[in-house]
């Protein structure tokens, strides 16, 4: 044998001792977060808020929503969608309130945890929720100023929920929806 044939046999023997190769895990794509930006926009239904400017208005016909007012805003880069309903209070608040605490607490059983933070400025006064797990609400919300105008929203993925990878867009929606909601008002 060659000197050539011998360097490299030996060469082939301490390259091929190694780890074997495993296979990688199936990644997720890198979600870009927005900056925090909002424009206000006024809502055929006599509504005014902030919308994040990453959004986009979506209202819903009214001839298949009642004497309800319904409209979403679609976030296109997280595949989502934060539906909301405004109705006119009629000596209801109670029943309104209770029926946006059962929409949340419906999630119990898939939840994690329910947390809630109470929002209100001098006029109105709401619920944010957020519901940790596999929910297919992860963010939920009422505002009102108790005497006219009740506001529920609930968002929504287009997708499986998986909390773990949607983890970083709920924060940030949160925040979002938090501002959202005080930023309401009623004509």
């Known amino acids: 044998m ?9 060469s082939v023997l301490l390259l091929s001792c190694g780890n074997p190769p495993i296979p990688k895990a199936e990644g997720y794509y890198r979600i870009e977060l927005p900056e925090e930006s909002f424009n206000k926009t006024s809502i055929d239904c006599g509504l ?22 319904w409209f ?14 405004q109705v006119e209070i009629h000596d209801n608040l109670i029943d309104l309130m209770e029926d946006a605490q059962e929409m949340v607490f419906s999630h119990d059983a898939k939840a994690n945890g329910i947390s809630r933070i ?6 109105l006064n709401g619920v944010l929720y957020h519901i940790g797990g596999p929910v297919a609400t992860p963010v939920q919300f ?7 105008h009740f506001l529920r929203g609930s968002l929504y993925f287009n997708h499986t929920p998986n909390p773990d990878s ?14 959202i909601m005080r930023s309401v008002e009623w004509e």
Request: hydrophobic share 35%; aromatic share 6%.
């Open 166 to 179: 949607t983890a970083p867009v709920v924060r940030h929606l949160l925040a979002d929806v938090e501002h």
């Open 72 to 85: 979403n805003l679609n976030f296109s880069n997280f595949n989502a969608r934060l539906h909301c309903t």
């Open 142 to 148: 009422f505002i009102t100023d108790s005497s006219s």
């Open 2 to 10: 060659n000197r050539f044939g011998a360097i490299l046999i030996l």
């Open 48 to 69: 005014t808020l902030d919308k994040p400017d990453y959004s986009k208005l979506e209202l819903v016909d009214s001839e298949k929503s009642g004497d309800a007012c």
């Open 118 to 123: 109470r929002v209100s400025n001098k006029e």
